[in-house]
C-alpha cells in the first residue's frame, strides 16, 4: 500500500487558511445578511447557530478526518478516499459526486467572480457612473449578457468575457504551483489581505451615520435595526430552520468534496478537530461579524427600507444592483466600489481554487499523467464547462440550473453519506477515535449522539423536504417548469452537462486499477 | 435598532469572533512543526 505524499501542506495555518478560504465567498457578504433580514432579523441566528452546532461542525469533523485517513492510505481524490476508509468497492462511486460538485459549481463560479473582478476594474478605472436603480441593472445586464445568449462575448471592459479569461489564467496559475507553493502561499496572503479589506469597509459602512440628513430615517442605525431586530414569532416557521440550516451548509462548504480533498495532503498526528473547528469559525467571523453588518444596512441609509425592497434582497440584486447605487452616493464611491469587488473577487478565487483540486488529484491519482498534463486536462474540461454558462448567458439560465441542483440535490445527498459512512459504518467510536489522533482540543462526549442520529435525521429531513417542495405538482417551483412543464433548451443542457461530467468521471474510475492497487 | 436587536448583534459577534479568536489562539500556540517534514 502507498503512503507516499508528494505534494502537501506546509503548516497547519497553511490548511486552515486554505479551507477557510474555500469556505468564504460571496454567500458571506451577500446572501447571509439577505437571510437574516428575510427570516425574522435576529431570531434567524438562534436557528443558525443550533444549525452550526448541529449541522456545520458535525459534518466538517467529519469530513477533515475521513480526508486524512484516506489520505495515508494513499489517495488524494474522493472515489480512492471514500474506497479504501469504508473497505467496499461500490463506495467510489459516492465520490464521483464529490468530484462533480466542485467542478459543476466551478462552471459558474468562475463567470461570477469575473462580474466581481469586471466591477472592481471598472470602479478602479471610474467607469461605473450609475445614479438610478435602472441604470445599476443596466449596467449588470450588458456586463452579464443576461438580456440575450452570447452578448457577454466582447473584448470591451463592459462585458464580463476579458475579466473571465483573466481569472481562468489566475486560476490555473496557481492551482499548477501545487498545493503548498500554490493554493496554500495564495491563501495565505488573501486571507489577511481579505480581513484588512473587509475591517476597512466595515469602518466606512458604520461611520456613516445619517447621510441625508433630510431623512433621518435612512440611516445606518435603522438599516441594522431592520436586519437584527428580532421577530420571534419567526423561529415558528419551518423555512427558517431551512433557510438558516441550507446557509450553514453552504457557507461551510460541508457535502462539497473539498475538505476530504485538501485533509488528505495531512500526516497521521496532524490534528484535525482544531484544525476543523478554526476554519469553520473563521468563515463564521467573516459571515457574522463582517458580513452581517455591512451590506444591508449601506443599502438602508442611503436608499431606506423601501428603497431596498423594491430592488431585492437576494445574492445578486444585493451585490451588483444596490451596491453599487451606494457607492455611488457615497464620498470615495469609486475607491470603496473597487475595494468591496477585489474584496469579492478575493473571496471567491480562495474558493474557486479549492473546486479545481479535488478533480486534479482524481486526474493524477487515476492516470498517473504528470502534473503538468493532468492540469491541462483539467483545463480543457473546465474551460469548456465555464464557457457554456458563460455564453448561455440569457436570464443566467444556465448558471441558475447548475446552482439549484447541485446545492440542492447533490451536496445535501453527499453530506448525508458521508455523516451516515461516519457515524455508522465506520463507526462512531472508531470515528472519533480517528479524528482525536494528534488532536489539541477534544470534541465534546454528546457529540456521539448528535453525529450518530442527530446530524443525519437533520440532514435527511432537508434532503426530504426539498424533495417534497419539488414534487408539489400544484405549486411546481421554476426548476421543475424548466424541465418538465415547459422544457426549456438550456436548462435541459446545464441537466446533460451534469450527467456527462458524472459518466465521464465513472468511465474513468473504472478504466483506472489505480484505486484498487494502492 | 431596538435593545433586543443590539444585544443579538452583540452577542452574536461577540460569539463568533471570540471563538475564532480562541482557535487561533491555539492553533499559533500549540506546537506546528512543518507538516512536510517526511514528505519524499
Known sequence: MSTKIKDGWNTRLGVILAVAGSAVGLGNFLRFPGL???????????????????????ICWAEWTMGRKGGLLGFNSAPGIFHSITNKEHFKYLGVIALMIPVGIYFYYLIIESWCLAYAFNYFTGNINVNTAEEA???????????KNGSAISFSTKHVFIFVIISLLCNFYFISKGISKGIEKFCSIAMPTLLIISIIILIRVLTLGTPNPEIPENSIQNGLGFMWNPSFEALKNPSLWLAAASQIFFSLSVGFGVIITYASYLKEDDDVILSGL????????????????????????????????????????????????VFDAMPLGDLFGFLFFFLLFLAAITSSLSMLQPALAFIKDTTQLSHKKAISILFFITTLGAYFVLFNSKDLKALDTLDYWINNLLMVFL???????????????????????????????????????????????????????????????????????????????????????????????NLSKSHTSK | ???LGFILLSVSVFAVSALTAYCYYKVLTSNDPKIDEEKD
Open chain 1, 36 to 58: 437574516v433580514a428575510e427570516y425574522g432579523g435576529g431570531a434567524f441566528m438562534v436557528a443558525y447557530f443550533i444549525s452550526f452546532l448541529l449541522i456545520g461542525l458535525p
Open chain 1, 137 to 147: 441593472s443596466s449596467f449588470f445586464q450588458e456586463l452579464t449578457g443576461i438580456t
Open chain 1, 278 to 325: 478554526t476554519a469553520a469559525s473563521t468563515n463564521e467571523f467573516f459571515e457574522v461579524s463582517i458580513g452581517g453588518m455591512m451590506s444591508i444596512p449601506a443599502a438602508i441609509a442611503f436608499f431606506g427600507v423601501t428603497g431596498l425592497t423594491q430592488i431585492g434582497l437576494s445574492t445578486f440584486n444585493i451585490g451588483f444592483n444596490a451596491l453599487p447605487l
Open chain 1, 415 to 509: 453530506a448525508t453519506a458521508q455523516i451516515l459512512i461516519f457515524g455508522w459504518h465506520i463507526g462512531i467510536k472508531k470515528g472519533l477515535e480517528d479524528a482525536h489522533k494528534g488532536s489539541k482540543i477534544k470534541i465534546p462526549k454528546f457529540y456521539n449522539l448528535i453525529i450518530k442520529y442527530v446530524t443525519p435525521l437533520l440532514l435527511i429531513s432537508i434532503l426530504f423536504s426539498w424533495v417534497w417542495g419539488i414534487f408539489n405538482l400544484h405549486k411546481p417551483n421554476q426548476y421543475i417548469i424548466d424541465l418538465f412543464i415547459e422544457p426549456n433548451f438550456i436548462a435541459w443542457n446545464s441537466i446533460g452537462i451534469l450527467i456527462i461530467l458524472g459518466l465521464t468521471i465513472t468511465f474513468c474510475l
Open chain 2, 1 to 3: 435598532m431596538n435593545t
